[in-house]
């Protein structure tokens, strides 16, 4: 199964997201490999911190290309590769999954570029916005909600929230899931409905 963590803007949360929930596979004892395509690396930045550090993160992080997104994924294992903002590689990245995770932070200039990035998504492969970074007592947060459910968008009900835990979280092995047990139930209910997994 690919897992594809993708959006047209920077600073959202991809990498985190793709990090946080091959822990939460970790903590389930499933199998998840990160691919990361994104030619910043920085996926591959905190895996080798975290190695430097002497305490490797508990999963591969692997690069990947457009030759390595050409490969189809092995059985029972889940890969969640780390997206460009654009570019064939990202065409290659989303043509090629079975979900589409698209992070988003409450702000109305993020959902714009988040509603483009469903768009590119080709027909078919299935997506969902999840909301990070937020802050759940603000009115931003509430009218970015509001605006989500009045478009029908597809999203997860979870939601995470902007935390100084996942703020300093880059480089380390993560100690806890701070809301990505919850992303990853859900994700592997709608893999389940979508008859993927
Ligand atoms: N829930 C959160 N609360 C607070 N800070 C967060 C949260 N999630 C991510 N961050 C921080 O926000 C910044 C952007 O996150 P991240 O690097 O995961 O985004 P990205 O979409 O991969 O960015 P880029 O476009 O640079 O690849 C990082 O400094 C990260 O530590
Ligand atoms: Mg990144």
């Known amino acids: ?12 949360g991809k990498t985190t997201t793709a990090v946080m929930l091959a822990f939460a596979m970790k ?12 030619p910043q690396a920085s996926a591959t930045l905190w895996a080798s911190l ?3 550090a002497g305490t490797p ?8 290309n457009l030759v390595t997104l050409g490969h189809k994924s092995p ?23 079975d979900f589409v995770i698209v992070p988003s932070s409450e702000s109305s200039t993020d959902l714009q570029q ?8 080709p027909e078919g492969v299935p ?3 999840l909301l990070c970074r937020a802050e759940e007592r603000t009115r931003a947060y509430r009218e970015a909600v509001n605006a989500l459910t009045t478009l029908k968008s597809p999203r997860f009900d ?3 929230p902007k935390s100084q835990y996942l703020k300093n979280a880059f480089g380390h092995v993560p100690d806890k899931l701070a809301g990505y047990g919850e992303v990853l139930s859900e994700l592997l209910e709608a893999l389940v409905k979508a008859g993927i997994r």
Do not use: Q
């Open 75 to 97: 059985e029972g294992e889940l890969e969640l590769v780390d997206c460009p903002p654009s570019g064939r590689t990202f065409d290659k990245a989303v043509s090629s999954a």
């Open 50 to 52: 975290a190695s430097e």
């Open 1 to 12: 199964m690919r897992v594809v963590i993708a959006n047209a803007k920077g600073g959202v």
């Open 27 to 38: 903590t389930r004892l499933l199998e998840a490999t990160v691919l990361d395509a994104d």
């Open 127 to 129: 997506a969902a916005i």
């Open 114 to 121: 988040s509603w483009a990035t469903l768009e590119a998504i």
């Open 158 to 160: 979870t939601v995470i």
């Open 57 to 64: 993160l508990p999963f591969d992080v692997v690069p990947a």
